[in-house]
Structure formats: structure tokens, C-alpha cells
């Protein structure tokens, strides 16, 4: 991994509330272990590259999952058996994540979503133990203990730079590891912004606390999440927000990845505007990489971007 660049964000909006913004650039890290997930594996990768080898690994995504695209070329790179067990039917067409997985050895698995929402269940679990023999399961998204020590280092990138104590950093979350991780590592001062890319509850910090619990971290405070900016619920793109990723893109030249990234970036300009940060602010967005999920979603950013026609809050 080389230098992670971080690239300061300019825009009317910024300047009339005050408020100085840049993105540290995690979607540069690596080309297939992308963003995020690079430190969320980066215990598991430690332990391969000190001759650790377990039978196999095993884990949970859907079919664009940015976490099995990122294991199945870490078992590529170390020789290690990957199974993915995928929400859907093997009937359905294979996406381009799926065909990399398949390319780069992963066996695929899949379960329907009624079955794949009990996938933790012991049933379902010694169902796949029947099938594929001793594995070591990865929980889905790659949150576990591994992903708060791995995430906590992401701090280590600003060290010395101007961005290393932010008034506020900010990321989406997902199943809550990188945000878990990123609480263990708060330097005094900074705040910690975590905005859901899908409907969530009090279940949510619930979880998060648990992540920090599991890996033996006294939660620090100074972190908090930002309910109601999932724009309709994960996955989802309604026209407005596709149009907001095509006038970001053109403005600063820098590519975001629809499910996550550009909810995070969306939600913070309207938080930005409602004046939830004080003038003066500076601001550090992560990008959690994931562009390789954008593949299956270019058809549908051009349709919805093309009927939207309105103010946008870029």
C-alpha cells in the first residue's frame, strides 16, 4: 500500500457555511482489496502472511459484495480455500463481483434471502459444515474483532499531516466495523460522524458497542450517527441522488460508489446545510472504496440521473 492521498473538496456550499472539507482517499489503497476492506482484513492477512493457513475461509455478501470481492483475492494471493455464500438463487444471471470471484477461485453457495436471513443459525451453519468441512466463518461485511483492530490503524494514514486530528470524521456504515474501529483510534479532539446506508434503529449503536466490546475496547465516546440519510434504504438510488453523483464527479473529478460513498457525501451537504456543523469545522470524509460494486449499477445512474431536474445540494 503507497500513500493514501487526501483531496480537499471545494464548493459554494462549503464556503457560505464555513465549514473546510477533504476526503481521504481509501479507494486508492489497493485495486481488488478495495477501501475499507483492506483493513478489515488486514489481521487475517497478517496472520496468512505468517503461515497461518486455515482449511478454508468462509463468508456472506450479496451478489455485488465488495467484502467477498476483497476475500476471494485475499485467498487467491495466500492459497486459501474462499467460499462465498451468496443471498440469491444460482439460477440468476452472474454479475461481473461474481465472475471475479469464480475467476479467482471462490467457490459460490447460494442461499434464498428467507434462508440467508437466517444464515448465523445453527442449521444453516451446520448445513454449509456438512457441505464444505471445517471452515473459518468471516462474519458478512468482514465486521468482527478483525475490523476494529484493522480499522483502527486507518488513523495511522493522517499521522503528521494536517488532517490528522479532523473537528470531524465521517463515513457511511454498513454492518458497523469500520465506523467500530475508527472509535477505537479517535484522537482527542475529533469527532466521529457514522451515517447508515440503510434503515437503522437503536439496534445499530447496539452493535457498534458490541464490536468495541468483543475486541476489549472501552468505548471512548465522541461518535454518533445520523439517522434518516439512507435515502430510502440500502441500495437504493432515487433520481435525485443519481444526479448528485453525476454533477460531484463532474465538479471534482473524483468517483464515488452509489450504495455507500455517495450517501455518506449527500448526507453530509445536508447536514452541512442545516448548520449541524459549526463555521469553522473541518471536516474529513472517508471514502470506503467499493467502485468495483459500481459496475452493476451504470445502466441505472444514467436513467435516474437523466429524470431529475431540480436544485442539488453539491
Excluded at 23 to 31: F, G, T
Excluded at 76 to 102: I, N, S
Amino acid at each position: 500500500m503507497g500513500a493514501v492521498p487526501v483531496t480537499p473538496l471545494e464548493s459554494p456550499l462549503f464556503r457560505r457555511a464555513g465549514v473546510a472539507v477533504a476526503m481521504l482517499r481509501l479507494d486508492l489503497v489497493h485495486p481488488y482489496i478495495s477501501g475499507n476492506k483492506w483493513f478489515k482484513l488486514a489481521p487475517l492477512r497478517a496472520r496468512l502472511a505468517a503461515g497461518e493457513r486455515p482449511r478454508r475461509l468462509l463468508s456472506f455478501g450479496g451478489a455485488w459484495s465488495n467484502h467477498l470481492h476483497a476475500l476471494a483475492w485475499v485467498g487467491r494471493e495466500y492459497g486459501v480455500e474462499t467460499v462465498a455464500v451468496v443471498r440469491g438463487f444460482a439460477e440468476q444471471p452472474p454479475t461481473a463481483t461474481l465472475e471475479d470471484l469464480q475467476r479467482w477461485g471462490m467457490k459460490l453457495k447460494f442461499l434464498p434471502p428467507v434462508r440467508y436471513a437466517e444464515k448465523y443459525s445453527a442449521d444453516v451453519l451446520a448445513e454449509l459444515q456438512a457441505e464444505y468441512g471445517d471452515f473459518e466463518l468471516i462474519p458478512e461485511g468482514g465486521s468482527s474483532v478483525d475490523a476494529v483492530v484493522g480499522c483502527r490503524q486507518i488513523w495511522q494514514l493522517l499521522a503528521g499531516s494536517e488532517w490528522a486530528a479532523p473537528h470531524w470524521l465521517v463515513t457511511a456504515v454498513g454492518t458497523g466495523g469500520t465506523l467500530a474501529g475508527l472509535i477505537a483510534g479517535r484522537p482527542e479532539g475529533s469527532r466521529l460522524l457514522g451515517i447508515p446506508v440503510l434503515r437503522a434503529d437503536e439496534r445499530m449503536p447496539a452493535a457498534i458497542r458490541g464490536l468495541l466490546a468483543d475486541a476489549k475496547v472501552s468505548d471512548p465516546g465522541g461518535w454518533e450517527l445520523a439517522l434518516g440519510l439512507d435515502a430510502g434504504g440500502y441500495a437504493r438510488l432515487p433520481a435525485e441522488l443519481a444526479s448528485s453523483l453525476k454533477l460531484f464527479e463532474a465538479r471534482f473529478a473524483l468517483p464515488l460508489e452509489p450504495v455507500y460513498t455517495l450517501k455518506m457525501v449527500m448526507g453530509v451537504n445536508r447536514l452541512i446545510a442545516a448548520g449541524y456543523f459549526a463555521s469553522g469545522s473541518r471536516i474529513l470524509l472517508l471514502h470506503t472504496g467499493g467502485l468495483q460494486g459500481r459496475r452493476g449499477m451504470v445502466e441505472r445512474i444514467e436513467r435516474r440521473a437523466s429524470a431529475f431536474s431540480g436544485p442539488l445540494l453539491v
